[in-house]
């Protein structure tokens, strides 16, 4: 145990320190507060450049005072003080006001240099500082035996505050803990070979030097060292769960000769893309093997997934198991039901109709709305082994759900999905099953690693030949109302010729938020920020009343669809879609993942700027399936030059997925980026940023699997195991530890 890191912060710093930090940060030991690292360092003489502050955030800087003025109140007693503030490189003032600002009035004297702590706002135009809190910064008490100039080089770490406790309070708590706490107790996490070939700090001088430097290169070389070892710890924990989950032993599902899936391929009506055939060939072989295969498929909207899939799902139920998929919205699971029968053609059998002997596979679906008796059905025969393909939303994941002997699961579209749910269905067989995650986003390398870093990965980058390209427009009704009623011209051009149209609203009614829905589609945190307060987003059932009186789109059959239908009137919409007879379906976001209309053409998204990045291409992959090619209109009522146009253009500037999510990432904040959806928990990373450290990271992830080969357990590796489980929050610790 590493004692002095879970020593009780009390112990060090006092009841009354320990007390404040506890209530303000929620830290309660030496190592907690340890590893609360400085978010970055200002360097004492150097006023912040005051444009770059972000809004709405406790922010840290210095400034220099330009004026202080005193006013009285006029409606009660009191005065205010005035103080104006500048980073003398001209990008901007901030104005603070001091109620009864006795203090403020005698120490923030023009020319004076303080550092700031406080909320920027926006208010009337100019920006203010809210409440802010002050240190002056010439009055720094000298340091014993310091040098001026070194101390003016000196940099000053700034670490995360809230609005009741200053970074510079907790530097001065942190100063004494340094003073107090026995670092040479501290054991290493890392290894003392990577410290050495890395050149690593040791342990106790990197945590003085990370959070008291004297100098830049000081904090560099300790945040190098404890980047590094945030890297290892974490890609430690993959690791040994990767080998957990490798050395389970799971049912081997060989390939049978002449089997179902030898059927269904000499029916395909078209050639495997090269890639669909390789990663076939990668899952044919780990099905075939006695432990379970753990495997994320990524692949372009359209790249043809649902065959991949498929195909592996047949070569388990040829060697006698049963596959379930995945979906994340019911109209998505009971599209992949139609779709995946069609596909499979006489190979599909149905509960009812019996079979056409050993050649074909019972299908089934279940979802959470199914008549009762349908769903009884559905339970039984996945309980008995009558279904080999049970196809659901998270209904699958109720405990009244059994199988027969569950082989394989799918999970569709990962990104609505967390571990938690993944790992309740791998709780549904004896043994453990056969794991195939699919996601349509495509995901950095990185990110892949870090979020996924239990997973092997496979990727199809091709789309089937004969996809048409699809062209995005960003329809800018700012600058060009007249553009409004060209819209519906052209969806009527488009039906005219015998296509179809989606048109896709942020919102249901006038009067909600969206399509939120649980399990349907939910925009990201941080997409939707809040400039639409005041403006009207086209809602689906407004749409549909103006469209119906709209002259261009007389005599259309259109249809609104959107998740809180009923689902039978959900699916029969989707049906008569699908069949062609509604030409034009005004919708939410429910036909975001998935849903496969080849003679779809023209998809109008309005106020498209309501959506993040990823939805918008997901919603455009829709159209273009066909062979005929597609168009994009991206609508949005704001000015050119609002930074959410940012995202219209980008989407409208490539169709390349990877690119896209590139861009997304960099338009995000940091902690969006492992998403709760995402990772199945809070990101935990401090010092680690998974698009900028790359090299890092892959490093990190090859000693991790060294370490984890040579020694499965880390009985050799003692300190480093400690920090896994310390490193990981509750949530991610359960999410590891899980399967
Ligand atoms: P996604 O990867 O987005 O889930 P789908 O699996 O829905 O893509 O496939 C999109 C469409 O492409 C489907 O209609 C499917 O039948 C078709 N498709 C898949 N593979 C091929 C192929 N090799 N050649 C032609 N069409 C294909
Ligand atoms: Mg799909």
């Known amino acids: 145990m590493n004692v002095e890191l879970e020593l009780g912060l009390e112990r060090r710093i006092g009841k009354r320190s320990a007390a404040v930090i506890e209530k303000h940060l929620g830290i309660t030991t030496v190592g907690g507060l340890l590893n609360y690292y400085p978010r970055r360092y200002l360097n004492r003489g150097e006023l912040t450049p005051i444009s770059e502050l972000p809004f709405d955030e406790d922010v840290t800087l210095i400034a220099r005072v330009v004026s202080n003025s005193k006013r009285q109140m006029r409606a009660r007693k009191g005065f205010i003080i005035d103080v104006v503030i500048t980073d003398d490189a001209g990008t901007g003032t901030l104005k603070i006001s001091f109620f009864n600002g006795h203090r403020a009035k005698n120490e923030l004297q023009p020319g004076r240099r303080a550092m700031f702590s406080g909320k920027v706002t926006r208010y009337a135009g100019s920006l203010g500082l809210t409440n802010p809190d002050y240190q002056l910064l010439d009055e720094d008490p000298d340091v014993p035996g310091m040098d001026p100039e070194k101390l003016a080089a000196m940099p000053i770490p700034i670490y995360p505050a809230t609005a009741h406790l200053t970074s510079w309070s907790i530097q001065k708590v942190m100063t004494a803990l340094l003073e107090t706490a026995d670092l040479d107790a501290l054991r290493d996490p890392l290894p003392a070979a990577i410290a050495a070939r890395e050149k690593f700090l040791p342990l106790p001088k990197a945590y003085r030097l990370i959070h008291a430097p004297e100098t830049a290169a000081d904090w560099r070389k300790a945040r190098d060292r404890f980047r590094y070892q945030e890297a290892l710890v974490l890609q430690s924990a993959l690791a040994r769960r990767r080998a957990q989950l490798a050395s389970e032993e799971a049912t081997a599902r060989r390939p049978v000769p002449e089997g179902l899936l030898a059927a269904f391929d000499r029916q395909l009506p078209f050639t495997l893309t090269a890639g669909q055939s390789a990663v076939g060939k990668t899952l044919a072989a780990e099905l075939s093997q006695d432990g379970p295969m753990n495997r994320l498929l990524q692949g372009e909207v359209g790249s043809g997934k649902t065959i991949v899939a498929l195909r592996a799902m047949l070569q388990v139920v ?111 067989a004896s043994k453990p099953p056969h794991l195939l995650v699919m996601t349509a986003t495509p995901i950095p390398r990185t990110v892949a690693m870090t979020v996924f870093g239990d997973l092997e990965t496979s990727v199809l ?216 959806s995402q990772s199945g928990g809070r990101s ?40 896994i489980d310390e490193y990981l929050n509750p949530e991610k610790e359960a999410f590891l530890e899980r399967g």
Not at 365 to 391: E, F, H, N, W, Y
Not at 533 to 545: D, G, K
């Open 318 to 428: 040829d060697a006698g198991g049963q596959a379930a998929l995945l979906a994340p919205t019911e109209v998505l699971a009971a599209q992949h039901f139609d779709s995946i029968r069609r596909t499979l053609g006489p190979l599909a059998r149905d509960g009812l109709l019996g079979g056409l002997g050993e050649h074909s596979v019972q299908v089934s679906l279940l979802t959470g709305s199914m008549p009762t008796a349908a769903r009884k059905q559905s339970l039984l025969d996945a309980a008995s082994g009558a279904a080999g393909i049970v196809i659901g939303t998270h209904a699958l994941l109720s405990d009244n759900v059994t199988f027969f002997d569950l082989g394989l699961i799918v999970v569709d579209e990962q990104h609505r999905f967390g571990v938690e749910q993944r790992d309740a269905l791998r709780a549904k």
């Open 461 to 676: 980058d091709e789309l089937p030949a004969g996809r048409a390209p699809i062209t995005t427009h960003v329809v800018g009704l700012a600058e060009n109302p007249a553009w409004a009623a060209r819209i519906w011209s052209r969806s009527r051009e488009e039906i005219e010729a015998g296509h179809q149209v989606y048109v896709v609203c942020p919102k249901i009614g006038a009067d909600d938020d969206g399509d939120f829905t649980p399990g349907e589609a939910e925009p990201e945190p941080g997409e939707l920020e809040g400039d639409g307060a005041a403006r009207e987003l086209a809602s689906v059932t407004a749409v549909v009343e103006h469209l119906k009186e709209e002259p261009a789109l007389a005599g259309v059959a259109l249809a609104p669809l959107h998740g809180r239908q009923d689902p039978v009137l959900k699916s029969e919409t989707m049906a008569s879609f699908t069949a062609n007879e509604t030409k034009l379906l005004v919708s939410t976001t429910v036909i975001e993942v998935g849903v496969d209309v080849h003679n779809a053409t023209l998809m109008v998204i309005l106020d498209a700027d309501r959506f993040g990045i990823s939805q918008l291409h997901q919603l455009r992959g829709r159209v273009g399936r066909g062979g005929l090619p597609g168009t994009c209109l991206l609508v949005t009522t704001l000015e050119p030059g609002h930074p959410s146009r940012r995202r219209l253009d980008a989407v409208a500037a490539t169709t390349d997925g990877f690119e896209l999510s590139q861009e997304d990432l960099k338009l995000r904040r940091e902690g969006d980026i492992l998403g709760a």
């Open 684 to 723: 935990t990373l401090k010092l680690l940023r998974v698009l900028e450290h790359e090299d890092i990271i892959a490093r990190a992830r090859l000693d991790a699997q060294k370490i984890v080969a040579a020694d499965p357990a880390l009985t050799g590796y003692a300190a480093l195991a400690e920090a």
